[in-house]
């Protein structure tokens, strides 16, 4: 079982920046490959970025290829999203995702907001 607590969202200017982060629970957090996707109100959840176990590969949505960035630090069991650049249809719930075969685990969600 693994527990997943984002933090980091809030509302910014259209051209800022927020870092999300997202905190695990469990000894086997390395094991995972940890994501992050959004869901905007009224639209279906869709996929923003996400990392394999040890850092080696990531991969973006064309969305936010070359203004977001993923992370992590297997150490301090936490993934982050560094996202610069944001613009009006960033704003969404961030939810963090952990993934291992069929296994998927969520968290709560952060919102994010970006006024224009």
């Known amino acids: 079982q693994v527990q997943l607590v984002e933090s980091g969202g809030g509302l910014v200017q259209a051209g800022g920046s927020l870092r999300l982060s997202c905190a695990a629970s469990?000894?086997?957090?390395?094991?995972?490959?940890m994501g992050w996707f959004r869901q905007a109100p009224g639209k279906e959840r869709e996929f923003v970025s996400t990392?394999?176990?040890?850092?080696?590969?990531?991969y973006y949505a064309d969305s936010v290829k070359g203004r977001f960035t993923i992370s992590r630090d297997n150490a301090k069991n936490t993934v982050y999203l560094q996202m610069n650049s944001l613009k009006p249809e960033d704003t969404a719930v961030y939810y963090c995702n952990a993934a291992y075969g069929y296994i998927n685990y969520w968290g709560q969600g952060t919102q994010v907001t970006v006024s224009s």
């Open positions: 469990g000894r086997t957090f390395s094991s995972y490959a």
């Open positions: 990392i394999s176990w040890n850092g080696g590969s990531t």
